[in-house]
């Protein structure tokens, strides 16, 4: 029933470990994105996927490398976490169309804390 | 460029009060403004979305009121109620860049 899933929920690890965010949307969406909010609420847009082709790339360090396997699939890993990167992690979807007015849906997000 | 400025922080409103919340932005290029509504421990999600073609839209007790050449908009609860209780957020975007920018978020409180 669930149209955006992250896994996990929750991600706790120590300083210089490499992890991975899973999402999946079952909407038959082409467009999926990462959002990062921060401790303060931020938003903020990290990275978009369409069609498995990489759209938007912020000005994120290249310890974030996205992976689009599939057009239904978006995972986030990163690489030597460092305490700075923890953040609530938000997988979203939206179907690209031909206009910019296109809901996007988020997952539930992924609280990771770097200890 | 990419900014979208949101204000008030926070808003305490009484239960059956109107709920105002307030964002301006400089990129004209931006032709969709949503409002996301997020609970705590939740992902955001749509509220309500305009486009500059209008100047207001209504839905339910939700109204936003879009002013183009003053490159503001501000969302309206009315009646609002103790489950409105959450953080809120405007965003815009264009076509071409279907990435939301986001405002900073206001956090509701409405009090019984």
């Known amino acids: 029933d669930t149209a955006v899933s992250q896994t996990p929920k929750y991600l706790v690890t120590q300083m210089g470990n490499d992890k991975s965010i899973k999402c999946e949307q079952n909407?038959?969406?082409?467009?999926m994105y990462w959002y990062k909010q921060d401790s303060k609420k931020f938003l903020k847009i990290m990275f978009s996927?369409?069609?498995?082709?990489?759209?938007i790339n912020e000005t994120v360090p290249n310890r974030f490398s996205p992976k689009s396997p599939d057009k239904a699939h978006l995972n986030l890993h990163i690489n030597s976490l460092e305490l700075g990167d923890s953040a609530v992690y938000f997988c979203?979807?939206?179907?690209?169309?031909?206009?910019?007015?296109?809901?996007?849906?988020f997952g539930p997000g992924t609280r990771l804390t770097v200890l | 460029q990419q900014q979208v400025k949101q204000s008030p922080q926070s808003l305490i409103v009484q239960k059956g009060g109107i709920s105002i919340i307030n964002c301006a932005y400089e990129?004209?290029?931006?032709?969709?403004f949503p409002w996301y509504q997020q609970f705590p421990g939740k992902g955001p999600a749509l509220l309500i979305a305009?486009?500059?073609?209008?100047s207001e839209k209504k839905e339910g007790r939700f109204t936003i009121s879009f002013n183009k050449s003053a490159k503001q908009f501000s969302l309206h609860i009315m009646d609002s109620q103790p489950g409105d209780s959450a953080t809120y957020f405007c965003?815009?975007?264009?076509?071409?860049?279907?990435?939301?920018?986001f405002g900073s978020g206001t956090r509701l409180q409405v009090q019984p």
């Open positions: 996927y369409n069609n498995k082709e990489l759209i």
């Open positions: 305009i486009r500059p073609d209008v």
């Open positions: 965003a815009a975007s264009y076509t071409g860049r279907r990435a939301l920018t």
């Open positions: 909407l038959g969406h082409d467009t």
């Open positions: 979203a979807s939206s179907q690209r169309g031909g206009q910019s007015y296109n809901e996007q849906f």
């Open positions: 990129n004209t290029a931006f032709d969709y």
